[in-house]
């Protein structure tokens, strides 16, 4: 009897471990779906200027009480293989799919199948966010709740073909064939673009080239302490076509004071050569602008306030001041963002 027992205790701790085993290889097998987003809505109200004046750059500049977007991805991630379906609504997601011509095409942010080759080389193809500057099109993934002048002059989205390689544990490459910029659903005229990213320890030299335009960028950041952080994102594009230009340089200083507040400053010079942007309305020469913008992150759950501070002081008077316009311009804003 004792035997048999003994036999027993066996069997029962064997067929538990087994199960266990084969639980946990289903779990690492089973495909999973997975819904995301976030929504954000935003007051905006400038100290000096016309109540609607705002800077030249996307997103964040309507006045008064504002809707900013609805973003909801869906994501399927398969053993090998999955897909992203990027979908956003609002007037930021309006804007951030300008490049859209159909209706049916005008909520998709992105959209893209992938396939993981092997651990270490990864194909995807279709509609992706930009690889180029520091900031992103979501709210909840910047730390300033406006965008910056290289953001906005940047191409937003590309849609084609990309592998991404990883080389070693710091390195990595990025080489993707491209519609031309925000040519979201086909190609409109047969050319193409070549995009590059390498990336090593967390720094990334990108290069966007083709049809007489050719952009290259600099992205990355440096944790200076357990509390502080200083990114970093330089950009120079230029056109063959138009001989115009732009570049820039932003630093982004951020300060972890708590577990839930977290205070940023974004400090950005932008350059624009004969009026490649269109943003200064100067046809004849040469422009720029200086913006200064403080912002405070708070966390609570799944929510983010960011009360800002921006200053914008340009060298051509751009900004609407009563009957006139004016040449810098002050404002508050502060966002709410929910991400789920």
């Given at each position: 009897?004792?035997?048999?027992?003994?036999?027993?205790?066996?069997?029962?701790?064997?067929?538990?471990?087994?199960y266990?085993?084969a639980?946990?290889?289903?779990?690492?097998?089973?495909?999973?779906?997975s819904?995301?987003?976030?929504?954000?809505?935003?007051?905006?109200?400038?100290?000096?200027?016309?109540f609607?004046?705002?800077?030249g750059?996307?997103?964040?500049?309507?006045?008064?009480?504002?809707?900013?977007?609805?973003n909801?991805?869906?994501?399927?991630?398969?053993?090998?293989?999955?897909?992203?379906?990027d979908?956003?609504?609002?007037?930021?997601?309006?804007?951030?799919?300008?490049?859209?011509?159909?209706?049916?095409?005008?909520i998709?942010?992105?959209?893209?199948?992938?396939?993981?080759?092997?651990?270490?080389?990864?194909?995807?193809?279709?509609?992706?966010?930009?690889?180029?500057?520091?900031?992103?099109i979501?709210?909840?993934a910047?730390?300033?709740?406006?965008?910056?002048?290289?953001f906005?002059?940047g191409?937003?989205?590309?849609?084609?073909?990309k592998?991404?390689?990883t080389?070693?544990?710091n390195?990595?490459?990025?080489?993707?064939?491209?519609?031309p910029?925000?040519?979201?659903?086909?190609?409109?005229?047969?050319t193409?673009?070549l995009?590059?990213?390498?990336?090593?320890s967390?720094q990334?030299?990108?290069?966007?080239?083709?049809?007489?335009?050719?952009q290259?960028?600099?992205?990355?950041?440096?944790?200076?302490?357990?509390s502080?952080?200083?990114?970093?994102n330089?950009?120079?594009?230029?056109?063959?076509?138009?001989?115009?230009?732009?570049?820039?340089?932003?630093?982004?200083?951020q300060?972890?004071l708590?577990?839930?507040?977290?205070?940023?400053l974004?400090?950005?010079?932008?350059?624009?050569e004969?009026?490649?942007t269109?943003?200064?309305?100067?046809?004849?020469g040469?422009?720029?602008?200086?913006?200064?913008?403080?912002?405070?992150?708070?966390?609570?759950g799944?929510?983010?306030?960011?009360p800002?501070?921006?200053?914008?002081?340009?060298?051509?008077?751009?900004?609407?001041?009563?009957?006139?316009?004016s040449?810098?311009?002050a404002?508050?804003v502060?966002?709410?963002?929910?991400?789920?």
């Open positions: 009897m004792k035997s048999l027992k003994i036999i027993t205790q066996v069997l029962l701790v064997s067929a538990i471990f087994s266990s085993y639980q946990e290889i289903e779990e690492e097998e089973t495909p999973t779906f819904v995301s987003g976030s929504v954000d809505t935003y007051m905006r109200q400038n100290f000096s200027n016309n609607d004046a705002s800077p750059t996307s997103f964040a500049n309507l006045p008064g009480f504002s809707l900013g977007m609805a909801i991805i869906l994501t399927y991630e398969g053993e090998k293989s999955g897909f992203v379906a979908l956003v609504y609002g007037p930021r997601g309006a804007d951030a799919v300008f490049g859209s011509v159909g209706n049916s095409s005008s998709i942010n992105q959209m893209y199948v992938y396939l993981n080759v092997n651990e270490k080389t990864t194909i995807t193809m279709g509609n992706f966010n930009t690889f180029l500057g520091y900031e992103v979501s709210p909840a910047n730390f300033n709740y406006s965008t910056s002048y290289m906005s002059y191409p937003f989205s590309h849609t084609g073909i592998a991404d390689f080389l070693s544990e390195t990595s490459l990025m080489i993707g064939i491209l519609n910029t925000d040519a979201t659903e086909s190609n409109p005229d047969d193409y673009m995009g590059i990213q390498f990336g090593f967390g990334y030299i990108n290069y966007l080239g083709g049809q007489g335009y050719s290259i960028d600099y992205t990355g950041g440096f944790n200076l302490s357990e502080f952080f200083l990114g970093i330089a950009t120079s594009a230029s056109s063959n076509t138009s001989g115009g230009s732009f570049s820039g340089l932003a630093l982004y200083p300060l972890t708590s577990d839930s507040f977290s205070l940023g974004r400090g950005e010079m932008f350059s624009d004969k009026d490649f269109g943003v200064f309305g100067n046809t004849s040469d422009a720029d602008n200086t913006s200064i913008t403080l912002t405070g992150s708070y966390t609570s799944n929510m983010i306030l960011k800002e501070i921006r200053i914008d002081s340009a060298s051509e008077k751009i900004f609407a001041d009563g009957s006139g316009v040449d810098n311009l404002s508050f502060i966002g709410a963002i929910y991400s789920f």
